[in-house]
């Protein structure tokens, strides 16, 4: 029931902020964001790792045809699910300072999104969760499309069509699956897992759903889409793209293409893998062009993906370990600096790395919040950044010597291009731009504070999260190995 | 049963009724009427198959089903077509007469046992919509379409009645039961080719009036310059009567599936490929509709290429999803057209739909839920209706096409979200646009019938 709750609260309070009216309508988006987030960790006491799926809830939706509203939470949801919730009241704080013209849709936009989001990390059942993938899509759409940069109506369409694209194939690969689970057919994942389908069979099932999770990641070579809408979205819809969205494709990896297809990651594993290494050195080349602040910060989430898809095709504990942990690292820098960009940006109304320079002379507190995101997201020891990507690599390197050693360029140049974006915005000579720049207010350090918070605690103390997906992580495997 | 009489009687009822001065009690009796026959469709529901007239008219559920989609789609048209007060010329009561007629037609193709019986309703029903499309007399435009519709659809119905002909011949019969005896007693050494060719040309026939490639030259044209209110008429009963009676011929008579399916899935294909790229071209919001219409029905197309268990049901969803979204669609442009003309002309391109979520936000989420259905994103009705189609090709095993529809309805994005950006994303001017509350009703209505069976499909399901 817990799921079914976590679930519809943000629906909830999405309606109240959206009848509530404009002038109450942040703080009630906050109230229910902080809400979810509350329900999360409570949910998150209770919750026992080795016990499998849990608080779990059933309903016939299609009775003739088997397919159930069904949900629940493993050791996998439950990571992203905390992940979701506790963004979405920072996403929801950081959006404070901007004055967004009808701010009830706006921010009960958010909310929908954050319960389109943890439904597809907790749905149970294939089609309940192609219908969460699908219905993610449409909030943030709006958000984007409607408070978006000048390019925005392309821009976003490109990404509407392109994901939906995707997905679709997906769908047709979950109607097949659906077909050839035995007696009245059932679309339960687990179920899925039981299928014993020809190499084949598993070779096209295993393209299906890679288009569909490569392009909503993006892996190389879909990821055209992702650096125009990043740009020009609204930072709230940015942090919700880069921070929550992306992770479910490569949740969808976890879940569905490893386990289903097993056979299909043997034939088509390889090539999948060459595909996330080359995105990694690819994202991160570019990354070093870009003089767009944002942009850079695209980028560099472009090369990180590409290693958690890496971790994942590795099919092994440390991958998986590595790309859940990785996932929850991401979340937290991704949104942090883009939060900084955003302040910088609303601050000197420049994205420009020429144009900028010389911030930290006047902002003592800034400063440090920025290089510490920087440092995690570059994966300095002890950042929430070092953990996932040690996993990741480690796990790259023993599937393939030079594909790890090639991966590996990956801490070099993301040093190169975030220690570039660090010193031409903040060192060197002050610039027209920044002149009367103020530091942090009060509602922007409690924004970045439990960011930081959680650097720091992933960094020292990861355990506590791997704790949670281990079991969960584990079974799965072995279901992959048999 | 009871439909086809009350409808008649009340047709005739409605032609005496425009004798009197008052033309307002024109449109509550229509709808009067059509409640009636309505509730009367389901008198006979669940007792089992019944015939009746000589056995040329089959009742069973699934003719009730598809009655009930045409007749609530009847009832919509008729609420928001508003008494046609806006025109002096017009001539409401023939125009509800021909309707109710019309429908008649509809409902004999749907529940025929017998291949006279098909002619009949396809003649009733086409015959009344050739007159209602030339409704606009003083349109060059309606009168070029009504005059199109009547040449291509007579020389259809040509095809249709070469094709019962031979096959007659060959069977000895016009009885489907006789028909599909026939068919699978025949002996695979001595095929019959007359009753092949009557096949075929049975099906360009019947193809020609669901308007599947490559017998749609008309469409666009006819539906553009047809008055909006009977071009809804035509994409949602015609079309879904048309189904209804292809389906019926080809699962109850037809039982030689490796014989037509080849045929059907190739128009399917043709089709897809013709409504969707077509419409991606298009400037005008209602001429985009008619090659969707098209595209709509290569997806009913494939569940009949298909022909597996879930066909039947996945038909009568994605009938009652498209037409519930196509009333949406045409009733927002008819109320958004009339607002804002161009030259005298009502304003039917996508421009005119421009800023419609600051002028009217109600309309504009009608107009974007309806989008959304008829592209097949999930939460809507229309999603359901493609889960069935292509949950039918894959009981059948014939994923490729299933592939095919999925790259199309990818095109189909394209084209349906161009109008939900004009009325979100782009700057209008800032007239009002008013709408009577009756017309509202309905429009919310179709709307929350398109979400809430795209929520509970079950709801439905259990109906069935």
Excluded: C
Excluded at chain 1, 164 to 190: C, K, N, R
Excluded at chain 2, 192 to 198: M, V
Excluded at chain 2, 388 to 413: D, P, Y
């Amino acid at each position: 029931m817990l799921t079914l709750l976590l679930i519809l609260l943000p629906i909830a309070a999405g309606v109240i902020t959206l009848l509530a009216g404009e002038r109450m309508a942040k703080q009630l988006a906050l109230v229910g964001g902080l809400a979810g987030l509350g329900l999360a960790i409570f949910t998150w006491l209770q919750f026992d790792p080795a016990a499998g799926s849990q608080f779990g809830f059933k309903y016939a939706w299609l009775t003739s045809g088997g397919i159930s509203f069904a949900a629940g939470i493993d050791g996998i949801s439950m990571l992203l699910v905390l992940l979701t919730t506790f963004l979405t009241p920072l996403i929801i704080l950081s959006a404070f300072k901007n004055e967004y013209k009808n701010p009830t849709a706006f921010y009960s936009l958010i909310l929908f999104m954050e319960a389109a989001l943890i439904g597809v990390f907790t749905a149970t059942d294939a089609f309940l969760f192609y219908l969460f993938f699908e219905a993610a899509l449409i909030p943030v759409y709006f958000l984007a499309a409607i408070w978006g940069g000048e390019n925005r109506i392309k821009v976003t369409f490109k990404f509407f069509i392109y994901t939906i694209f995707g997905s679709l194939f997906m769908f047709v690969a979950l109607v097949y699956l659906y077909y050839q689970t035995p007696g009245a057919h059932t679309s339960e994942i687990s179920a899925f897992y039981q299928l014993q389908l020809s190499p084949a069979a598993q070779g096209y099932v295993f393209w299906a759903f890679f288009i569909a999770f490569a392009i909503k990641m993006p892996l190389f070579p879909f990821h055209t889409w992702q650096p125009d809408t990043y740009t020009e979205s609204p930072t709230a819809a940015t942090m919700l793209l880069s921070g929550i969205m992306l992770k479910m494709g490569v949740y969808g990896l976890i879940r569905l293409l490893l386990p289903i297809v097993p056979l299909g990651m043997e034939q088509w594993g390889f090539l999948a893998m060459i595909l996330s290494v080359i995105g990694i050195i690819y994202g991160s080349i570019i990354a070093i062009q870009q003089s767009d602040m944002k942009t850079l910060i695209a980028y560099s989430s472009f090369a990180h993906v590409g290693l958690m898809a890496a971790g994942v095709f590795s099919s092994s504990l440390n991958g998986l370990q590595g790309a859940l942990i990785q996932m929850l690292a991401h979340g937290i820098n991704v949104i942090g600096l883009f939060f900084i960009v955003d302040i910088i940006y609303s601050r000197t109304k420049t994205r420009y790395l020429d144009q900028l320079g010389g911030i930290t002379q006047s902002t003592p507190h800034l400063s440090v919040y920025f290089m510490i995101l920087l440092l995690g997201s570059v994966a300095l020891p002890l950042t929430n950044g070092f953990v996932g990507e040690f996993l990741l690599l480690s796990s790259v390197f023993q599937y393939k010597g030079w594909l790890g050693a090639v991966a590996g360029l990956t801490i070099i140049l993301g040093s190169v291009y975030m220690l570039r974006l660090f010193q031409k915005s903040m060192f060197g000579p002050k610039s027209k731009w920044v002149e009367g720049f103020q530091d942090l207010t009060a509602s922007e350090r409690a924004v970045l504070l439990p960011l930081i918070v959680m650097v720091f605690w992933i960094g020292i103390y990861p355990s506590t999260f791997l704790k949670i997906t281990e079991p969960a992580v584990t079974q799965l495997l072995q279901l992959v190995n048999n | 049963m009871y439909p086809i009489i009350l409808l008649s009687v009340f047709g005739v009822v409605t032609l005496f009724l425009g004798f009197s001065k008052s033309k307002n009690i024109l449109l509550p009796s229509t709808l009067l009427f059509l409640a009636i026959a309505l509730g009367s469709n389901f008198i006979e529901w669940g007792k089992g198959p019944l015939l009746y007239f000589y056995d040329m008219l089959r009742v069973d559920n699934l003719t009730l089903a598809f009655n009930g989609i045409v007749l609530i789609s009847a009832f919509m048209i008729a609420a928001i077509s508003g008494g046609f007060q806006d025109n002096a010329d017009s001539e409401p009561a023939e125009y509800y007469g021909l309707m109710l007629f019309s429908l008649v037609g509809a409902i004999m193709m749907i529940g025929f046992d017998h291949l006279i019986m098909l002619f009949i309703g396809v003649e009733i029903l086409s015959v009344a919509m050739y007159v209602l499309t030339g409704s606009n007399k003083r349109n060059l435009r309606s009168n070029e379409a009504a005059l199109k519709y009547f040449l291509m659809g007579a020389f259809a119905t040509g095809f249709l009645l070469f094709g019962m002909t031979l096959i007659y011949g060959a069977t000895g019969s016009f009885q489907l039961t006789a028909i599909q005896g026939f068919a699978s007693n025949m002996n695979p050494a001595s095929q019959s080719y007359i009753f092949y060719a009557g096949l075929l040309l049975l099906l360009i026939g019947m193809l020609f009036k669901v308007s599947a490639a490559p017998f749609h030259f008309w469409t666009p044209d006819v539906y553009e310059g047809a008055p909006t209110i009977f071009t809804t008429f035509m994409s949602t009963i015609v079309k879904t009567a048309g189904f209804a009676a292809l389906f019926r011929l080809l699962n109850h008579s037809f039982a030689i599936y490796n014989f037509w399916w080849i045929v059907i899935a190739v128009i399917a294909v043709l089709t897809l490929l013709v409504g969707n790229i077509g419409a991606t071209s298009q400037n005008s919001f209602k001429r985009m509709l008619a090659y969707s219409g098209i595209s709509h029905a290569g997806y009913l197309l494939i569940a009949l290429t298909a022909l597996t268990k879930p066909t039947q049901n996945a038909i009568i969803f994605y009938s009652l999803a498209y037409s519930l979204s196509t009333i949406a669609a045409f009733g927002v442009l008819m109320l958004v057209a009339k607002e804002k003309t161009i030259e005298g002309q009502p304003n039917e391109r996508y421009e005119a739909f421009n800023g419609l979520a600051k002028q009217n936000p109600l309309l504009a989420f009608v107009l974007t839920v309806s989008m959304l259905s008829l592209a097949g994103i999930p939460l809507t009705a229309g999603f359901w209706g493609k889960f069935f189609i292509f949950t039918s090709a894959a009981e059948r095993g014939i994923m490729w096409i299933a592939v095919i529809a999925v790259l199309m309805s990818t095109v189909g994005i394209y084209y349906y979200f161009r109008v939900i950006i004009s009325s979100y994303f782009k700057e209008g001017d800032t007239v009002r646009i008013r709408v009577a509350p009756f017309y509202q009703i309905i429009l919310v209505l179709a709307t929350f019938l398109t979400i809430l069976f795209g929520l509970a499909p079950g709801i439905f399901e259990k109906l069935i």
